[in-house]
């Protein structure tokens, strides 16, 4: 059972920055992919990044240049850098198994989710 567990949102002014963390567990050597998620009041869930076994990293289009996902070599963390953030990035935050489909983007296939954690972000 893979158990996912975020830290580091918060509230962070226009343009600044933030780095989430998501402690692994129940993933031996990587056999899920893990990333992030986010949802805004309002708005559907969306997958926002995605880092496989092997370290192939997989971004939400518009996002690309603003995050950066990345693990430790144990594979039992999994961090987000969000750089320049902007208003419109305020959203609770889930760390979650993932996968990226050709033409349908990030997606959560193995329903496996931590709590969420909320980023707010103030013009």
């Known amino acids: 059972q893979v158990q996912l567990v975020e830290s580091g949102g918060g509230l962070v002014q226009a343009g600044g920055s933030l780095r989430l963390s998501c402690a692994v567990s129940g993933n031996p050597y990587g056999y899920y992919a893990i990333g992030w998620f986010r949802q805004a009041p309002g708005k559907e869930r969306e997958g926002v990044s995605c880092i496989n076994g092997d370290g192939t990293t997989y971004y939400l289009d518009s996002l690309k240049g603003r995050f950066t996902i990345s693990r430790d070599n144990a594979k039992t963390t999994v961090y987000m850098q969000m750089d320049n953030l902007k208003p419109e990035d305020t959203a609770v935050y889930y760390c979650?198994?993932?996968?990226?489909?050709?033409?349908?983007?990030?997606?959560?296939?193995?329903?496996?989710w931590g709590q969420g954690t909320q980023v707010t972000v103030s013009s």
């Open positions: 979650a198994t993932c996968g990226d489909f050709t033409g349908r983007g990030i997606l959560n296939p193995y329903d496996y």
